[in-house]
């Protein structure tokens, strides 16, 4: 009886070894400790059934049932914790971070072309030493025209060509304005240019939106004359466009200057001769200019016997389609990422 025991023992010890060995996971371990030293495990119906056993008997199998547990116990906790380690590595290297890996490509943004135009336009004019003045988008009626000089009847302040907020406001037309409120802010010397938005009631088509953008300029101190004038977008003209282009200037009519001109410069692509971006004329209408009309230097308080000044504004769009080759404005603001990354 006892032999058989014995032999059933050293089984068990066995079975456990091996199926612990083949054990993979930390659940396989707990379950051969269910199946061995449970309430119905295989080694606990040993040490039950030794009550049938005559006491010399009992007393030596109970001994050797017990060293067989504590060896079992042993080899399960040893096994438990190996299994442990295991899945702890195993996790690990599954969380680990290849850092020679490529990165996830990162959209980086670019400025738009119209800001790249305005700073540029504005780092010419500042290293001619202008400063930079900024005004509202909505302005009032008297600061967009009244202040400007407009007479009453002006064509542009027709209700089907400005964007009126109230009868006294109005989404501001030309950055113009920024001049009569820098004039009533500033005692000259005043120099300065201002970049900015300005809205119009356009259709929108190739060379017409709504919202465009204008770089305007004011240069007021005592003795500053037309040659002024003509010297500093002469020089602007050449920085923008390169060193070989020339300029002329066209008698023209703005209602807040007097003389008033149109700037030409021969065209940068042929250089004279005639092409496609300048239409076969040799040369490039680039912007507005004048003499500022006294009546608007007086409405800012400034002494018109003392002091005069010269203004010139732009379209900053025509600028940069002109020195981009681009033959649609809409292109601007639709924002299709193939038109804006090629200016990055
Ligand atoms: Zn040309």
Not at 119 to 139: C, K, L, Q, R, Y
Not at 183 to 202: E, H, N, T, W
Not at 229 to 255: C, I, N, Q
Not at 293 to 312: K, M, Q, W
Request: proline share 5%.
């Amino acid at each position: 009886m006892c032999g058989t025991q014995q032999v059933q023992l050293k089984a068990i010890l066995d079975e456990a070894g091996k199926r612990l060995k083949e054990a993979s996971a930390k659940s396989d371990v707990e379950d051969i400790r269910i199946k061995v030293l449970g309430k119905k495990g295989s080694l606990t119906a040993i040490l039950r059934s030794m009550g049938s056993l005559p006491p010399e008997e009992r007393k030596e199998l109970g001994r050797m049932a017990n060293e067989a547990r504590a060896e079992i116990e042993a080899m399960i906790s040893a096994r438990a914790e190996e299994m442990s380690r295991l899945e702890q590595s195993a996790r690990l290297a599954g969380e680990t971070i290849d850092v020679t890996e490529p990165g996830v490509d990162m959209r980086l943004g670019s400025r738009h072309p119209i800001t790249l135009t305005i700073d540029e336009i504005s780092g010419i004019f500042m290293g001619m030493g202008f400063g930079i003045a900024e005004g509202p988008e909505v302005e009032t009626v008297f600061n967009n025209f009244d202040a400007l000089n407009a007479a009453p009847n002006h064509p542009s302040r027709d209700l089907t060509d400005t964007f009126y907020i109230t009868k006294d406001t109005l989404l501001r037309t030309q950055t113009s304005p920024v001049q009569v409120r820098t004039l009533m802010g500033q005692a000259p010397p005043i120099k300065v240019i201002s970049p900015g938005r300005c809205f119009r009631a356009d259709t929108p088509d190739a060379t017409h939106s709504p919202m465009f953008h204008q770089v305007e300029g004011l240069f007021v101190d005592e003795g500053v004359t037309m040659a002024d004038l003509k010297g500093t977008l002469d020089v602007f003209a050449k920085r923008m466009f390169g060193e070989g282009v020339t300029t002329k200037f066209r008698p023209h009519f703005f209602p807040f200057t007097e003389p008033s001109a149109e700037m030409d410069m021969s065209c940068f692509k042929c250089g004279g001769k005639g092409c496609r971006v300048c239409k076969g004329s040799g040369w490039i209408e680039i912007l507005g200019c004048g003499m500022v009309h006294p009546n608007v230097l007086r409405v800012g308080g400034i002494d018109t016997e003392r002091y005069t000044g010269f203004a010139f504004g732009m379209g900053v769009e025509r600028i940069a389609m002109l020195k981009h080759g681009i033959d649609d404005i809409r292109l601007f603001y639709e924002n299709d990422m193939r038109f804006i990354e090629q200016f990055k």
